[in-house]
């Protein structure tokens, strides 16, 4: 799991390994992450683009930029939340997710909501 606030914006992840979409016998690994952001802050924010680095367990990593979240770029008012859910394919039974939301506050600051790494691992991958 990860829970981080930036400048008002909490971002939670929690992880999910799926296991009837994996196939470690051909180092495939499929994980789901459910997505709550939600505007802690005084003023509305809009997430403009994503950047998630995805690192497996050889510390081989793949970066992913693109505007918005799953085809939108949400308004949030303070106290709203918006979720998404999201997956990532793995090569290794174990590896880590981080990155930023770039996100814009009304009166046109932009600033980087962080997102805290967390673990997609394949259940007792890590004893």
Not at 106 to 125: R, S, T, V, W
């Amino acid at each position: 799991m990860s829970d981080t606030v930036t400048l008002g914006v909490r971002v939670h992840i929690e992880p999910r390994y799926l296991e009837h979409q994996s196939d470690p016998s051909h180092n495939h690994w499929m994980h789901l992450y459910n997505v709550t952001i939600t505007n802690e802050g005084e003023r509305p924010v809009q997430l403009l683009s994503r950047h998630w680095i995805i690192t497996n367990s050889k510390g081989e990593e793949e970066h992913v930029r693109g505007p918005g979240v799953i085809g939108q770029q949400p308004v949030l008012r303070p106290g709203e939340v918006f979720r998404y859910t999201s997956g990532c394919p793995m090569d290794t039974a174990f590896g880590t997710m981080h990155g930023t939301y770039q996100m814009i506050a009304e009166g046109g600051e932009k600033f980087d909501a962080q997102i805290a790494p967390f673990a997609l691992a394949e259940p007792y991958a890590l004893n």
